[in-house]
C-alpha cells in the first residue's frame, strides 16, 4: 500500500512547542500553538522587548557609510 492509499500524511518539519507557553504547535499557527501565543509575539517585538545587540564596531560602520 502506498501512502496515498493509506491516507497518511508525512509532517514536512518536526513539531516543536510554542516559544511562549510550551503547548504542542499548531499547523494554522505555526511555531505557535494559538493566535493568543502568536499575538503575545508579535507585541514584544513591536513593543521593543525584543532587541538584536549591536558591538561597537558594526556602530562605527554605520556612521562611515554616509
Not at 492509499?5 to 500553538?33: H, I, M, N, Q
Not at 509575539?41 to 562611515?64: F, K, M, Q
Amino acid at each position: 500500500m502506498s501512502r496515498q492509499e493509506t491516507g497518511k500524511v508525512t509532517p514536512l518539519r518536526p513539531r516543536r512547542p510554542c516559544p511562549e507557553c510550551g503547548k504542542p504547535s499548531t499547523r494554522a499557527d505555526y511555531p505557535f500553538c494559538s493566535p493568543r501565543c502568536k499575538d503575545v509575539d508579535l507585541n514584544r517585538w513591536l513593543s521593543g522587548s525584543y532587541a538584536i545587540p549591536v558591538t561597537e564596531a558594526e556602530e562605527n560602520l554605520d556612521d562611515n557609510e554616509h
